[in-house]
């Protein structure tokens, strides 16, 4: 059904690319001609404030937050009109817009199918290249109201039920999204690399009655049986009563159905979509919109709730505000839906403000190290927005692979999800950008819902210095607490002052942990868990976790989980995993073991392999140590500590005892001699 022609990609960008201008210029008045920014705020700038610079417009959202937001909410769509724009703080719980109603299908689909039906919503980039589909507007409202009342009919979704997806990047799982949000249903999308157990787990927290897959997925050349993996997750996730199958390439003969509980969407599509009723459920503001599972330094994955009015209005605003989003842009996020970058800016930011997105399903190596280059060349992508370890990854390659195609449409290259290295960021900027576009380095959370501190917006005479985040976004007002300073910079745990839009609204079914986690320790704000310095001029640059969370390849990943998976091996005793700095990975996993006394004459390479097998089992495949030591002992305290502390620097390779630091509090400090030698072995 989707138009596969360059046609269509002629109407979304090169005839509206001529009027380049940000559409919203021209509403500005005269009378405040407001220049010092590439993407205006009319609403703030018409109600003849004294505004005349980014600082200005910023510290007008950090004072007074309710009239800012208000103002820029009259970008959404409301059914009903709210009456309060903040109320409560981070003690109370807050609420964003209360009284009002919306419903996020209509802000992200209807409204722009009736204005520009044959504009491109989605460039579906299939995993193999050139294999590229385009859905206007008018075919994405034809999908996700077909899909909706599906969801209703088939698996008796009402609102406020949780689906389940596990999919792959592509436009069922955005069209599918749209669809639960126009029936009021909250949606939870599992990245699919995780296990059956995985899903499972996170299936059963969410209650999910239904969940969406593919018979197979295909990623960098191989297939993914991503439908046995649900059913093995299904032996375990009892609250699931529904299985809706999307037939790759509409080929149902791949996988047996088990019957009443499956059905291939191709056969719905023909048969129960005769006759569909498209009825719109308009929500409250605060009604959940989807869970989203991610990583805490304990215990099992935490699902973050995260709500309408103000997840949307965030990911809509931050989206056209951070990437200077014009007519006719085609924005290349290429993260994948299944993680919070995927849903607020592939999904969600770009589609609210009317844009053409890239739902991308490959890697970035696929089948070459040219594959991001060619698909910019040949989509004529003005934004690539991607992880620091993509670009590590792809700098090893050498230039010669990016300089073969034309990337002159780009406009804006941005990053996400860990630490951009100075390397990596200036080859973004000087070989992939020609040093033409800006690079943004954007530092956000799952928790956060949208974009927190990024380089943009900023005058145009203001700097922009290579691999920090540098400034905070409207509305957000970062604080270092714990904060030590040193040669003019300031070092600490960085947190956020007040609410925003953006931010979770709890942890689905344990609003107590929520609380616990990120409103305690530095109450009354909300710690982000990382660690951060302001320079003597007020940028911001991150550090890291300061949790027992670290990152692998962009994901996030506790330290716990990985230590729980291994902990289920009959013979370990005790397990403790620690990341260590990775040239292309960002952080590698690194486990030291301890066996029980039955396991130690074992051959270690195949409990090696068992306790890797576990890993994947559990977890995802990146959740697969790198290196596992397995020793007699791990350094604890006299209180039964383990001082992981050490454990870090042993693993990293810093053994010299300056570089360890203080191991006198050590019930045995001689344990850490005989891991340094056991580590230097491991080279
Ligand atoms: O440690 C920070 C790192 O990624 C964590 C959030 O991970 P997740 O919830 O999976 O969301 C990733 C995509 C938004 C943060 O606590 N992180 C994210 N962006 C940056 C970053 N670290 C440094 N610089 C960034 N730009």
């Not at 400034?471 to 300073?485: D, E, H, Q």
Request: net charge neutral.
């Amino acid at each position: 059904m989707w138009k596969h022609s360059q046609q269509a990609l002629a109407l979304v960008g090169r005839s509206q690319r001529c009027l380049l201008l940000p559409s919203s210029v021209s509403t500005i008045s005269s009378k405040h001609p407001r220049t010092f920014l590439s993407t205006p705020i009319p609403e703030v700038a018409q109600m003849d404030l004294s505004i005349n610079s980014y600082a200005d417009l910023y510290n007008f959202s950090i004072e007074k937050p309710d009239i800012f937001w208000k103002a820029v909410s009259g970008r959404l769509d409301w059914h009903q009109k709210f009456i309060t724009t903040i109320q409560g703080d981070f003690t109370t719980g807050v609420n964003w817009f209360v009284g009002g109603k919306l419903n996020v299908s209509v802000n992200c689909v209807d409204r722009h199918a009736k204005n520009h039906p044959d504009r491109v919503a989605i460039i579906y980039e299939k995993d193999e290249p050139g294999h590229h589909e385009f859905i206007t507007y008018g075919q994405l409202k034809e999908l996700v109201v077909k899909y909706a009342h599906i969801l209703r009919t088939v698996g008796n979704v009402k609102k406020g039920d949780r689906v389940a997806f596990y999919l792959p990047c592509g436009p069922t799982a955005c069209a599918m999204a749209l669809a639960c949000s126009r029936i009021g249903a909250v949606h939870s999308i599992v990245f699919a690399g995780f296990s059956a157990d995985a899903l499972a787990s996170r299936m059963n927290d969410a209650g999910a009655t239904v969940v969406i897959t593919t018979d197979i997925a295909r990623r960098g050349g191989k297939t993914l049986k991503l439908k046995k993996i649900v059913d093995d997750a299904l032996e375990h996730a009892p609250c699931v009563k529904t299985v809706l199958v999307d037939a790759r390439d509409g080929d149902t003969s791949r996988v047996k159905l088990q019957h009443p509980r499956d059905h291939f969407l191709q056969d719905l599509m023909n048969t129960s979509t005769k006759n569909v009723n498209d009825v719109i459920e308009y929500v409250d503001s605060n009604d959940p919109l989807f869970i989203l599972y991610t990583s805490g330094s304990t215990g099992k994955p935490k699902g973050l709730v995260h709500t309408t009015g103000g997840y949307l209005l965030y990911a809509m605003f931050t989206y056209k505000n951070v990437f200077d989003h014009r007519d006719g842009d085609i924005f290349g996020c290429v993260a994948d839906i299944g993680w919070i970058t995927g849903h607020s800016y592939v999904l969600y930011g770009p589609l609210a403000n009317g844009g053409t997105t890239l739902a991308f399903e490959s890697t970035p190596i696929y089948p070459n190290p040219g594959r991001y280059w060619e698909m910019v060349q040949r989509l004529q992508l003005t934004h690539l927005y991607c992880a620091p370890t993509a670009i590590r990854l792809l700098l090893r390659f050498g230039s010669e692979w990016v300089q073969k195609y034309d990337r002159s449409s780009l406009r804006v290259l941005g990053s996400v999800g860990e630490p951009i290295n100075h390397e990596a960021w200036q080859w973004f900027h000087e070989v992939v950008g020609e040093k033409r576009c800006v690079v943004r380095d954007t530092w956000w959370q799952t928790e956060t819902g949208g974009i927190c501190l990024t380089p943009r917006p900023s005058g145009p005479t203001d700097p922009v210095l290579p691999a920090m985040p540098m400034r905070a976004f409207y509305g957000i007002k970062p604080v270092l607490m714990n904060s030590a300073k040193s040669e003019g910079q300031e070092e600490g745990a960085l947190c956020i002052e007040k609410p925003w839009p953006g931010l979770a609204q709890s942890i689905w079914g344990d609003p107590a942990r929520f609380k616990e986690v990120y409103f305690k320790e530095f109450a009354p704000y909300y710690f982000s868990g990382d660690g951060a310095i302001k320079n003597a001029d007020g940028y911001w640059r991150i550090t890291g976790r300061m949790d027992d969370v670290i990152n692998v390849t962009g994901h996030r990943l506790g330290t716990a989980e990985v230590e729980d998976a291994m902990d289920e091996h009959e013979f370990t005793s005790e397990t403790a995993v620690v990341g260590y700095p990775h040239e292309i990975k960002g952080e590698g996993i690194f486990a030291f073991v301890v066996l029980k006394e039955g396991g130690k004459d074992l051959d270690r390479q195949k409990m090696e392999k068992e306790l890797k097998k576990l890993c994947k089992e559990r977890i995802a495949g990146y959740a697969i140590p790198d290196y596992i030591l397995f020793h007699d002992g791990l350094p604890k305290t006299r209180s039964g500590k383990i001082m992981r502390r050490i454990l870090r620097k042993i693993a990293a390779g810093e053994t010299s005892p300056e570089k360890l630091g203080d191991i006198s509090t050590l019930a045995d400090p001689s344990v850490v001699k005989s891991l340094v030698k056991a580590r230097e072995s491991l080279k």
